[in-house]
């Protein structure tokens, strides 16, 4: 059930200023969210109305984004919960959603997960979500060492604090477990980019990788003038040639990490420790990618493509010439950010959902770094995190690890991504139910709390029921009871979805008064 929406979109978009994405400048740190408010959206900038488009009609502008060979990936949790006995294809789209952008930091954080995992699991071998361990270069809010992490995270699913402790299935073995698998330093190391390595290892072997990156040899080079038109761009100030000519040095720099990787010195790739024999895990996880291509993948469960889509505008896309209109943001892809389909992803998915409804009524489309939101703990207690990456996925509000916008942020908090999802500091020991994420509109004030009762969802999960996740998790499930736990996971998915709108004191939805 798709929507002709209209849409306003703000002028002010701005290019990103990674020595990745384009700039040398300095970082800059992003002022709180209630310093950045506007009283009323009526005094930002002027407005350019855009014209309708459906998700159906969606294109990128830019025509690489959809071009770039998927990684395939096996996610064991796919598997035990019947929505994937293949591997999956991972786009390089999914990639620019979650960062908001396309540009030389992102499609470099692709290749060097690439090229990592080309290691790891050699002759073809298909990479295991969960089986992959990441030590990056420096802290989560460093230059840009947390902007790559994300991408990076949501190839391998190896998850800073944020991540899933397994539950269940990570007592039965850790594969399942995503938490602190992405582990930053934990202070700032200082290092010049190109020194910057990241370390991967693959668990079950021992098999350890290090890549660097040297963005200094990407063209063209972000020079002073550039740097001075992306703020241009940022104010809405730009001509249309001269946005033209933007539009194409912004992409023509992504495409040249794409189109160059093997110039030398451009990415290292240091072996430590050499891959044993395939083990009997990832065997079997090769023999089951191998039954599909990218082009042939369809998930097991259907209701997975069948949610509608939420579409936001990001003020980047539209900069960098990637798109003018809303962009979709599907269920499927934050099932892939996950690495899973359950009750509380579809709960995460329609948090978000009902609270952008509130704060962009009448069809008003969301639009990405707009949005903060105040979680309801800390990233590591309960599922606080794994709800929280989620939300970050679609609204483009990030914790420590967000963009920091550069020059683009000084230009207007619009494009500061960094600190906009903030998590408490100390566990708040909430019960689920009492819960709330609370999510403000910058330019507005409009702010919106959401609470989930996950308890209302059923078929309710059992001692009988957790034992047999423990079950499944080990492969020691028969084909029936198999058959039976996988019915009775997604059922707990689509209740959500199915009863959203429906159930008093599901979801409680409250409106606050604007600050």
């Known amino acids: 059930m798709m929507k002709n929406l209209c849409v306003v979109a703000t002028l002010i978009v701005a290019a990103l200023s990674l020595a990745a994405c384009a700039s040398t400048g300095p970082a800059v740190s992003p002022a709180s969210v209630a310093e950045e408010q506007a009283p009323v959206a009526a005094e930002q900038a002027p407005v350019e109305e855009v014209a309708p488009v459906t998700a159906e009609e969606f294109s990128w502008d830019q025509d690489y984004i959809t071009e770039i060979p998927p990684i395939m990936m096996i996610d064991p949790y796919f598997q035990i919960f019947g929505q994937s006995q293949v591997a999956v294809p991972y786009y390089y789209e999914n990639a620019v959603k979650l960062a908001g952008h396309s540009c030389g930091a992102t499609t470099g954080a692709w290749t060097i997960t690439r090229k990592a ?15 992959i361990t990441v030590e990056a270069p420096g802290a989560e809010d460093e230059w840009f060492v947390g902007v790559f992490g994300e991408v990076i995270t949501f190839i391998t699913g190896a998850a800073p604090r944020s991540g899933f402790i397994g539950a269940e299935f990570g007592q039965t073995d850790d594969v399942f477990v995503r938490q602190n698998k992405m582990v930053y330093a934990e202070e700032p190391t200082g290092q010049q980019p190109p020194h910057r390595e990241w370390i991967f290892t693959r668990t079950d072997t021992g098999a350890r990788v290090g890549v660097k990156f040297n963005l200094a040899i990407i063209t063209p080079i972000a020079t002073p003038e550039r740097q001075a ?47 044993p024999v395939t083990t009997g895990v990832a065997v079997a996880a090769d023999v089951a990618a191998a039954a599909t291509s990218a082009t042939d993948f369809e998930w097991d469960q259907d209701y997975i493509t069948e949610v509608p889509p939420i579409l936001m505008m990001d003020p980047y896309f539209q900069i960098f010439g990637q798109s003018q209109v809303p962009v979709p943001y599907y269920y499927e892809e934050a099932v892939k950010v996950a690495g899973h389909s359950c009750g509380a992803i579809t709960g995460a998915w329609t948090i978000a959902r009902k609270a952008l409804e509130v704060l962009y009524p009448d069809g008003e489309i969301p639009v990405r770094g707009q949005i903060a939101v105040e979680a309801p703990g800390a990233e590591d207690e309960w599922f606080v995190g794994v709800f929280g990456e989620v939300i970050t996925f679609i609204t483009g509000a990030s914790p420590h690890t967000g963009f920091i916008g550069a020059e683009f942020g000084q230009t207007d908090d619009l494009f500061v991504r960094q600190n906009k999802m903030v998590y408490a500091e100390e566990p708040t020991r909430q019960l689920p139910p009492r819960r709330e994420w609370i999510f403000t509109r910058t330019d507005t004030g409009a702010r919106v709390g959401v609470k989930y009762n996950l308890v209302i969802i059923t078929p309710i999960p059992t001692p009988g029921r957790v034992a047999m996740g423990k079950k499944m998790a080990a492969g020691e499930a028969t084909p ?35 600050e």
């Open 117 to 131: 995992l080309e290691v790891l699991y050699p002759d073809g071998e298909i990479p295991v979500r969960g089986q």
């Open 229 to 275: 038109m992306g703020r241009k761009m940022a104010a809405g100030d730009a001509t249309p040639e001269e946005a033209a000519d933007y539009y194409e040095y912004w992409n023509d720099r992504a495409k040249f990490v794409l189109e160059n990787e093997a110039v030398e010195g451009f990415f290292t790739v240091t072996v430590y420790e050499e891959a």
């Open 480 to 514: 029936e009871e198999a058959a039976a736990y996988i019915e009775y996971w997604n059922a707990r998915a689509m209740f959500a979805l199915d009863r959203a709108d429906t159930i008093d004191g599901f979801f409680t939805v409250t409106v606050y008064e604007s």
